[in-house]
């Protein structure tokens, strides 16, 4: 029996339709909120995973149009872009019964306290998806690097439910693990969103084998890490020199990857400027930390994407 038998998927774009196919093809009742692609996938019947050199199809998909369809889960998974936090007030409430979980996958800082103000931080869980994939066509998805994922709790340590939802991603075949402080693994994850999903937008429009390939960019991809890493120490979270390395060699194997950030901005999509990259500048400055290559390219992203 899966540790959380419902689950719901709010935001059926890579990421929610990656994990929640992973969920449903390994027995979890897994019900997507889909929009602008329900008629497509209605069409032909499934959702499709393509990984290396195989291609994994969930048959049949439960798709609904709306959460007052889909109705009450055992678990919320929020994959939504941040850009479209101000619906969760709306689109949540039909799904959660007295215990049921919220696990919030989306990007960047100020999630975990938005949900925890709106519905309880005793429901809110989050998570950081380690991974490069790409939406490339309606319910289609592939992954170019299948990475891991990172589960905890807001404001206190792993229960007994977080290590449950743990074991359930990595019978369903994700590389998982535990934190014991969400915040400071936030702050490991924007050790690479913040230089790659931001220089590949404002140096022009480039995915992330050139950003490490041209040597201005790859020096300022490893400046943006430091500068990161300086911001989360003042904040009382150590990230080792280890970790920025690794984030940086792990890269150019992925080919021409485009970040999630750059695949919005191209598609004439809202970028996810604020979460990304203004939270995690405010919560630096007010720390006293001295971020002036996020300051510049904060203010880059915020006019290029004004339009």
Known sequence: MNPFPTIAIIGSGAIGTYYGAKLALAGADVRFLIRSDLAAVRARGSLLLHEKDCTAELRPVTGFGSTGEIGPVDLVVVTLKTTANGELARLLPPLLGPATAIFTLQNGLGSDEQLAALFGAGRVMGGLAFIAATRTAPGEVTCYHPGSIALGEFGRPP??????????????????????????????????NIPFNGLAIAAGGIATDRLCAIPRLAEEVRALMHEVQFAAGRLGFVIPEKFLREQFDVTPPMGAYQPSSLVDFLAGREVEVEAIWGEPLRRAQAAGAS???????????KKLTAR
């Open 159 to 192: 229960q007994e439910r977080t290590r449950t939802l743990a074991a359930q991603f990595a019978a369903a075949g994700v590389k998982a693990r535990m934190v014991d402080d969400l915040n400071e693994a936030r702050w490991r994850k924007l050790v690479w």
């Open 291 to 301: 971020v002036p290559r996020l300051e510049k390219l904060y203010a880059a992203l």
